[in-house]
């Protein structure tokens, strides 16, 4: 069954660095699937941050973090990577990895367009960070 653990949160003052990993099983990144990073605020409600095509890299950033955080995949790892640069304090939230079987490159392309929480079926448990001095 498919499997999503994140990892690398933590506690960082801002203006710091951290990267998260997303380690999944029961499938293959080789696969035309669009890996998410979505993020939830206490009292907010859950939103994107980051989607990327898992076959051919194919990726977005929500306007909020833009410049500023990047999201990867390593096929070889079957891994997905969230490197947040510049963290802010409005950065604190469970980050979520989350995945989607899409099957061709046109449906990989509208979904990670559009990055909702929607879309996606499988779901890690989320890793904590906290942005604070």
């Known amino acids: 069954q498919v499997q999503l653990v994140e990892s690398g949160g933590g506690l960082v003052q801002p203006g710091e660095s951290l990267t998260l990993s997303c380690a999944a099983s029961?499938?293959?990144?080789?696969?035309?699937?669009?890996m998410g990073w979505f993020r939830q605020a206490p009292g907010k409600e859950r939103e994107a941050v980051a989607c990327?095509?898992?076959?051919?890299?194919?990726?977005m950033h929500a306007p909020s973090v833009e410049g500023r955080f990047v999201v990867s995949r390593d096929k070889a790892k079957n891994t997905v990577y969230l490197r947040m640069d510049s963290l802010k304090p409005e950065g604190t939230a469970v980050y979520y990895c989350?995945?989607?079987?899409?099957?061709?490159?046109?449906?990989?392309?509208?979904?990670?367009?559009?990055?909702?929480?929607?879309?996606?079926?499988?779901w890690g448990q989320g890793t904590q960070v906290t942005v604070s001095s």
């Open positions: 029961g499938f293959t990144l080789e696969g035309f699937y669009v």
């Open positions: 990327i095509s898992t076959h051919d890299g194919t990726r």
């Open positions: 989350s995945a989607v079987l899409q099957g061709n490159p046109s449906r990989t392309l509208v979904t990670v367009t559009a990055c909702g929480p929607s879309s996606f079926g499988s």
